[in-house]
């Protein structure tokens, strides 16, 4: 069809989204809008499901009962049409949410191409390929919706727990001067006349306003030019960032794990029916406080001891040792005390012994959430540790510059937010827990 089926919006406005209609507004006239999932056409009846971002609205038809244009014209709508409706509820215990509407006037938003690309009943999933393809599309399906109003829920809760302990929500910037935390994985710009890159994190920055603010997070992009493959990296990942004035890693690592537990809670109280649709409801755990903690050494122990697997001090551990380690520590646990000489140059040594650092990650199960520690806030130690990293002074000038004003005392992390996502849903692939991933060989759509 051309565009002649289109109708115009004029004053016609959803009253309702499909979680609001409930059996006690039988009788009521609404308005809802969303997108035809389903529809069967039996004679004189035409039964349609209307899919909104929260749910699905029966629509049901009969002929006689809604005028011979409605009936006519519900008849040409087809599969993924957006379309407003406004009609008169009525009770229908086997109907979502208890009731079904029936229509008084439809107006057809938009028309969608007859074969779609991809399977939108819900029977089998493309491949994920295909999907991501056609991601605007794939959004819409039920599972993908349940993936990110999880995620909707899990960052309005660590905003509101973070801004309750007294945090301030920080913007860092996203274009940098130099590549200032070392190492090679940035991405280079083009900054007008001069080179510039991509911020690989809000570490530099985060420490400074901590000096400003006390306790600040910053929950944004970081970049990383990792030509990594796995099913757990991404080029562009979204970070929960927090720094901690007047404190040390203890203090990070009760502040998190009190997080955590707040952030799941709220998730089980909220999206009950998202973890159903994900199969995770069964399986959906809320830790115990505190946190089991581990050192470094206690994990290496445990690998030897426990599962056969020996890693030298002071190397990290793999992939292959965490996935079997995940059947001795399957929840979420701490891992303290790193060797210094596999941390960045802001960590700080553990003073009792300088071997040992104040850096920490959070695991749940196999799969590292988070890394932080307590950070260097001495300017000597601070230029001594860039020196013995290899790296120039220099090039950290404004950053040392803010360590000659009584810079406190601090400590931190960073957490992804596509990776506990993943661990929340259950998902297999972490580029199902991003809208528009990023990845080596993926810059579009």
């Known amino acids: 069809?051309?565009?002649?089926?289109?109708?115009?919006?004029?004053?016609?406005?959803?009253?309702?989204?499909?979680?609001?209609?409930?059996?006690?507004?039988?009788?009521?006239?609404?308005?809802?809008?969303?997108?035809?999932?389903?529809?069967?056409?039996?004679?004189?009846?035409?039964?349609?499901?209307?899919?909104?971002?929260?749910?699905?609205?029966?629509?049901?038809?009969?002929?006689?009962?809604?005028?011979?244009?409605?009936?006519?014209?519900?008849?040409?709508?087809?599969?993924?049409?957006?379309?407003?409706?406004?009609?008169?509820?009525?009770?229908?215990?086997?109907?979502?949410?208890?009731?079904?509407?029936?229509?008084?006037?439809?107006?057809?938003?938009?028309?969608?191409?007859?074969?779609?690309?991809?399977?939108?009943?819900?029977?089998?999933?493309?491949?994920?390929?295909?999907?991501?393809?056609?991601?605007?599309?794939?959004?819409?399906?039920?599972?993908?919706?349940?993936?990110?109003?999880?995620?909707?829920?899990?960052?309005?809760?660590?905003?509101?727990?973070?801004?309750?302990?007294?945090?301030?929500?920080?913007?860092?910037?996203?274009?940098?001067?130099?590549?200032?935390?070392?190492?090679?994985?940035?991405?280079?710009?083009?900054?007008?006349?001069?080179?510039?890159?991509?911020?690989?994190?809000?570490?530099?920055?985060?420490?400074?306003?901590?000096?400003?603010y006390e306790r600040v997070f910053e929950i944004g992009p970081c970049?990383?030019?990792?030509?990594s493959f796995t099913n757990r990296h991404l080029c562009e990942i979204y970070q929960i960032d927090m720094e901690m004035g007047f404190a040390d890693y203890t203090d990070v690592l009760k502040m998190v794990e009190r997080m955590v537990v707040h952030v799941l809670t709220k998730i089980k109280e909220r999206c009950s029916e998202d973890l159903k649709k994900l199969n995770q409801w069964e399986k959906f755990e809320i830790p115990e406080l505190p946190l089991p903690r581990y050192t470094y050494e206690d994990i290496l122990k445990m690998l030897d001891e426990k599962l056969g697997i020996k890693i030298e001090f002071g190397k990290d551990i793999s992939t292959e040792a965490y996935r079997k380690l995940d059947s001795l520590l399957p929840g979420y646990y701490f891992i303290i005390k790193w060797p210094m000489e596999s941390k960045p140059f802001y960590i700080h040594y553990d003073p009792e012994n300088p071997t040992l650092s104040h850096g920490f990650d959070l695991q749940k199960g196999w799969l590292e959430l988070a890394s932080g520690g307590t950070r260097v806030h001495e300017r000597d130690l601070l230029e001594k540790n860039l020196r013995e990293k290899g790296l120039n002074p220099d090039s950290f000038k404004s950053h040392l510059q803010a360590f000659e004003y009584g810079m406190p005392p601090h400590a931190g992390l960073g957490m992804g937010v596509a990776r506990w996502l993943q661990i929340i849903t259950g998902v297999d692939q972490i580029k199902e827990c991003v809208m528009y991933p990023r990845t080596p060989d993926r810059l579009d759509p």
């Open 1 to 212: 069809m051309g565009n002649e089926i289109y109708e115009p919006l004029g004053n016609l406005r959803k009253t309702h989204f499909s979680t609001d209609l409930t059996p006690k507004l039988a009788d009521q006239e609404v308005v809802v809008a969303g997108w035809v999932s389903r529809v069967r056409k039996l004679g004189a009846m035409i039964f349609m499901v209307l899919q909104d971002k929260y749910g699905q609205v029966q629509v049901t038809a009969k002929k006689g009962v809604v005028s011979d244009e409605l009936f006519e014209k519900m008849k040409s709508i087809g599969h993924q049409w957006s379309v407003i409706i406004r009609g008169s509820l009525k009770a229908f215990a086997k109907a979502p949410h208890g009731v079904e509407l029936i229509p008084i006037e439809i107006r057809i938003m938009n028309s969608a191409v007859e074969q779609l690309p991809l399977d939108m009943t819900g029977k089998t999933m493309s491949d994920l390929d295909t999907r991501l393809n056609h991601r605007a599309l794939d959004l819409r399906h039920p599972r993908n919706l349940a993936i990110f109003h999880i995620q909707s829920v899990l960052l309005e809760e660590t905003r509101n727990f973070l801004i309750s302990e007294h945090f301030t929500e920080i913007i860092t910037p996203k274009i940098i001067g130099s590549a200032t935390e070392g190492g090679t994985e940035l991405f280079p710009i083009k900054y007008f006349d001069r080179d510039a890159y991509l911020s690989q994190s809000a570490q530099l920055y985060k420490e400074r306003l901590c000096s400003v």
């Open 223 to 227: 970049f990383r030019a990792e030509k």
